[in-house]
Nanobody
């Protein structure tokens, strides 16, 4: 099975950018559809974006509205989430996830990284 470790979270002011990384080990990243989810305090975890093996990207447009970009580097076994024009409502724990077939119910999850955006 694959192990996922996120990094790159932190505390920033509104309008700033952050890039999250998710490093995979144990299996090749190319075996999986990769996704990013987030969970704000007191709320349910929600889908943010995903990227297939063939690099087709899907976004939850209601929440990120083209401010976020995901990409994968299979050679580095890493997937990225570039977040621009951050807003306080983007504050959440961000999780990387992987599944061989369906990213809506990922089999594998990272431990999460906190992103805090202040006004």
């Amino acid at each position: 099975q694959v192990q996922l470790v996120e990094s790159g979270g932190g505390s920033v002011q509104a309008g700033a950018s952050l890039r999250l990384s998710c490093a995979a080990s144990g299996r090749a990243l190319s075996d999986y559809i990769m996704g990013w989810f987030r969970q704000a305090s007191g709320k349910e975890r929600e889908f943010v974006t995903s990227v297939t093996r063939s690099r087709i990207v899907t976004y939850d447009r209601d929440s990120v509205n083209a401010r976020f970009t995901t990409s994968r580097d299979n050679a580095k076994n890493t997937v990225y989430l570039q977040m621009d024009s951050l807003k306080p409502e983007d504050t959440a724990v961000y999780y990387c996830a992987a599944d061989p077939d369906h990213i809506d119910s990922p089999r594998y999850w990272g431990q999460g990284t906190q992103v805090t955006v202040s006004a």
